[in-house]
DNA sequence: TGAAAGTGGTTGTCGCGGCAACTGACGCCC
DNA sequence: GGGCGTCAGTTGCCGCGACAACCACTTTCA
């Protein structure tokens, strides 16, 4: 075990924020959807995922991927959400062992209602601070640690 | 309520990058300090903070506010570092409403022994991939979305 | 063709974080 | 100087997410 290479100021000043904001963020997101639609942020991002895809359905373990999820914590999250008719379970023919989520009309409905708050808020709490050159710039940070989180990239990785 | 304003395809996948690296990055952190300390991120926090306190003390309150957590849920984890033996709480003599959370010999050794993985997680996950202008840029473009998620600014805000 | 390995998904249990209610101590202010 | 609002901190309960065990189906290959 070598000795450990630390942080420059620099570096550790970026760190802190970074950590701070991955710390924050989620409340923020967490609280006005919840206040405005009873929905958790990751409740919204299963629906709102559906909701742009191809017939509304998705197969249980592309949207676990695209949600950066596990497909036990999705299945629980579905649960629910069937619960309260935002979606449903269906067998998938092709595949028997494969489920398919479907949004349902009351849940296409939810989305579109939940929707524009959800952006206003992404826009007050993060894009309107930024300039148009940081945005670019953000990106292509996050793309880079994505590259490292997600090898598998799963978000682009197609069915 | 006016027709909401949407984001552009720029701006959009800036946003579904940072929520991806917000989702993916707590638990990178967590599992290798759970599996190489039995701690979680928020519990190495606590104690690495304390470590840079002067005397290894602070205030719950004071805590809480560095580490961007609330009162309970700092409560809590004290709660667990105290069982554990990393930390002591303390009436505070000057105010006897408040408590002083003090780091103990064990908890130091802790911290030390546990640093250098952990820096070592930081660097090959975030710091390692950026070119030092990026670093740069994200440090500035996290100070201005802090500035909005922590009005008071409590980070630096001292006693 | 049938056993073994692999894949898709669900369920159960446990631990942490959020919230609300509560206690005790400070400070104000007439 | 006693009562009232506020502040510091703790506790209890509830709900979500992680993990592991499990079931069902598919694929492979001898």
């Known amino acids: 075990m070598e000795t450990p290479r630390w942080l420059t100021p620099e570096q550790l000043r970026a760190w802190i924020r970074l950590e701070s904001v991955v710390e924050l963020l989620p409340t923020v997101l967490d609280s006005q959807l919840q206040r405005d639609a009873q929905l958790t942020h990751f409740e919204y991002l299963v629906l709102a995922k559906l909701s742009e895809a191809p017939e509304h359905v998705l197969r249980m373990t592309r949207l ?25 379970r269906r067998p998938c023919p092709e595949d028997r062992r494969a489920t398919n989520a479907h949004l349902t009309e009351t849940g296409w409905q939810k989305v579109v209602a939940t929707a524009p708050g959800h952006v206003a808020n992404v826009r007050a ?13 953000l990106d292509g940070i996050m793309a880079t640690l994505l590259e490292r989180l997600d090898p598998q990239n799963s978000l682009r990785r197609l069915p």
């Open 125 to 137: 709490h993060v894009i309107d601070l930024l300039t148009d050159e940081q945005v670019e710039q």
């Open 64 to 88: 676990a991927a695209i949600t950066n999820s596990t497909l036990p914590r999705l299945s629980h999250v579905v649960s629910r959400l069937e619960a309260r008719g935002y979606l449903e």
